[in-house]
């Protein structure tokens, strides 16, 4: 089976010359995890996801600490947020390199490759290289899982 098979066919994106802000808007609107930054031609260029925009927020000191386990609460820091200058950058300058898979990808090898990068979702391209849908973790597992039923017993 393919992962064309089980993607969700209306993928949000968003355009290169978009702010943070504005994916930050998409993603809290849309309730979405992962949002895709394409080109004019509707090529993936890029992934914002929603860890990147939350790493916005955290203080410095959380990237040198082994476990924040005992850090049970942040204190004045919840209560500050990016700074205007911050948020209006271009989603370029937060954007990770997307790892896509091809429409015709199989379940497996797309599964392999999400548990491989650690990703809860994932691109899904046409031949051509364009943003046609985007599966997650969850639509590809269900989609393995429901073949089982097909078993001869």
């Not at 989603?91 to 999400?114: C, F, K």
Request: negative net charge; aromatic residues 4%; charged residues 20%.
């Amino acid at each position: 089976m393919k992962v064309s098979s089980c993607m969700k066919r209306n993928v949000i994106s968003i355009l290169t010359t978009a702010t943070i802000l504005e994916a930050a808007k998409i993603i809290v609107e849309n309730h979405i995890g992962l949002l895709p930054v394409v080109n004019e031609d509707s090529n993936p260029v890029g992934v914002i996801g929603l860890g990147d925009l939350l790493t916005l927020e955290l203080p410095d000191f959380v990237n040198f600490l082994p476990d924040v386990d005992f850090v049970h609460d942040f204190g004045a820091v919840e209560d500050t947020r990016p700074s205007a200058k911050a948020l209006s950058q271009s989603v370029e300058t937060l954007m990770r390199a997307p790892i896509t898979v091809d429409e015709d990808s199989s379940l497996l090898r797309t599964y392999a490759l999400m548990l491989q990068h650690t990703l809860h979702d994932i691109p899904v391209v046409s031949k051509a290289g364009k943003l046609i849908g985007i599966a997650s973790g969850v639509d590809v597992g269900v989609a393995i899982l429901a073949a089982w039923q097909k078993v001869d017993r």
